[in-house]
């Protein structure tokens, strides 16, 4: 079972760090991604990144240059480091996990984790 931490509410400009976890101490098996969904939208990708620390990565064209996916395989948690928010970064941020793919596409992921509310105030 995955869990996602680390949000909260943040003033525009400011940053946060998301960190998503494995309750059995496998993420380091899979490819992860965080995806985020807001009531008034379907859960869209933010950004993915392979199995290793140095595993490639990929972000959306919204969160690119101020987003940064990351893991540390030591730790077995991956993070996403958000910087410079804007309020239509608000929304519930999910992590998941893909035993084989990884990407842009929800349907690749097998595991899912509950979310973690991040509201970015303007």
């Known amino acids: 079972q995955l869990q996602a931490s680390g949000g909260g509410l943040v003033q525009a400009g400011g940053s946060l760090r998301l960190s998503c976890t494995a309750s059995?101490?496998?993420?380091?098996?899979?490819?992860m991604g965080w995806f985020r969904q807001t009531p008034e939208k379907d859960r869209e990708f933010v950004a993915s990144i392979g199995r290793t620390n140095g595993g490639s990565t990929l972000y959306a064209d919204s969160v690119k240059g101020r987003f940064t996916i990351s893991r540390d395989t030591a730790k077995n948690t991956g993070y996403l480091q958000m910087n410079t928010l804007k309020s239509e970064d608000t929304a519930v941020y999910y992590c998941a996990a893909a035993s084989t793919g990884w990407g842009s596409q929800k349907s690749r992921y097998d595991y899912w984790g509950q979310g973690t509310q991040v509201t970015v105030s303007s």
């Open positions: 059995d101490g496998t993420l380091n098996l899979y490819n």
